[in-house]
């Protein structure tokens, strides 16, 4: 009788252990796929951090030129106009900038009255021989999928013009 219960036990344990076996090489696959396509997410691309770092020095600014907006009826003819009443300073553009913030008004509607942009320095550009790269915030979302000499790529509320 000792026999059979061990016997008994030792095909228990062999089905229990091959039905944990045929799970693991069902679902496996599955969770080793959400996993690396997790890890990937996390990797940032190399443009995005100073793009990130742009978009973080302009917050100062487009959060003045509203408030210019809200109280004056119209956005400021100048970045220089929101001086010292809305900025002490403009923030520096950060290191993607060829040289400074650029800002128009006006002249494109679509935009939502005003733009806010920076000429992109060839280091930073994708592709490296760029002569033109755009990166601009326009207050409306709305971007012509071609405009700044190039072609659009959406980066959050942003959008960058590939020359």
Not at 44 to 52: K, Q, S, Y
Not at 74 to 86: G, W
Request: net charge positive; hydrophobic share 40%.
């Amino acid at each position: 009788m000792g026999m059979r219960r061990t016997n008994a036990a030792k095909l228990v344990l062999a089905f229990i252990l091959c039905g944990l076996f045929a799970i693991a090489c069902f679902v496996g696959p599955f969770i080793f796929t959400a996993y690396r396509k997790s890890q990937q997410a996390q990797r940032i691309r190399p443009e995005a951090l100073p793009r990130r770092a742009t978009m973080q020095q302009a917050e100062p600014i487009i959060k003045a030129i509203k408030v210019y907006t809200a109280k004056q009826g119209q956005p400021p003819a100048t970045l220089e106009a929101l001086i010292p009443t809305y900025l002490r300073q403009l923030p520096a553009p950060g290191s993607m900038a060829q040289n400074r913030w650029h800002y128009m008004v006006g002249n494109v509607p679509e935009a939502g009255g005003w733009s806010l942009f920076i000429h992109v320095r060839n280091e930073f550009s994708p592709n490296r021989w760029s002569f033109g790269d755009v990166f601009v915030f326009h207050p409306s979302g709305n971007y012509a999928r071609s405009d700044y000499g190039g072609i659009l790529e959406s980066v959050g509320r942003w959008g960058y013009y590939h020359e």
